[in-house]
């Protein structure tokens, strides 16, 4: 409850329902200043209470401006079950947490959208650096000569693509990244001024694969890219070696049903002519037999005659 000085408009400061005051039981009357506890609704003089003049002034212009106060007694102070939070506060408190939450939500969401976007613009800056660059794995460096010279004689060599010195920005190796990549050859990368070299050096790498020399056939050239693009090219490589699997088992899966079809076939074929071979000798024996009967018949007419 506010605090406030009682008036004569208060119910509870009139003549026919006189208020006792705090610890000093005095009586109430409209010419007092009280304080009023928000929990107990008990009222209290300022001096009882240890409130100054200056405090208690400053409560009753909150009061008179309807803003929260919360005075509490020391009693409903030091009792842990009293809601110290009074039911006029509630609503006004609860409204302005759902509002810094709904602030907070929609702060967070513009987080997020700027977090994207500083993603997308770095992935666009990375993708324009590495744009004229490729990437050579493992082509072993030569002694007493420099990784420019014989990036030129390996191009020219294998991928019959000739080099002009002035083509080439810049050229480095890669840090190992762990202890078994001691053994090979660190990543070779070059960036190039021209971006048409870079195109006839990618376009003509595969058939690097088809050389006879060991040492040739195991270097690889592809293009730069990003963690992100590297990511987009091992799931792509993923999906298309399931989709290669899938098709790889729905056409065995097919040439089991028709060789399963063809036996069942082949089974209900032999089983016919079985079953025919069956009827036939069945029949041949019943022929017999009947014809042996009739002989048998016709033998006791004629021994009957004579």
Known sequence: MYKRRKTQDSPKSS????QTLCSC????????????CDACDTWFHPGCVNVSPMAYTAYQTLAEQQQFSNWFCSKCLNDKNVDRVPPRCRQTLSDRIDKIEHHLTTLNNKHDQLVDRLDELNENLEREKRRKNIIVKNLSP???????????????NHLGVKIDPSSIDSMWRFKTSSATDNDRPSLLGIAFNDLSVRSSILAKA?????SSDALVKIVYIRKHLTKKQSLQAFEARQ???RSQEEQQQSTTSSVVNKDNNRLNQNSNVRRDNINNNNNSTNNNILNNTQQKQQ???RYHRLSNRY
């Open 142 to 156: 030569v002694e007493s000569t420099n990784d420019r010279d014989v990036v030129f004689r390996f191009v020219q």
């Open 239 to 241: 999906q298309r070696d």
């Open 15 to 18: 003549e026919s329902q006189p």
């Open 295 to 297: 002989k048998t018949r």
């Open 25 to 36: 039981q005095a009586i109430a009357t409209d010419n007092d200043n009280a304080l009023q």
């Open 206 to 210: 595969p058939i690097i694969k088809n």
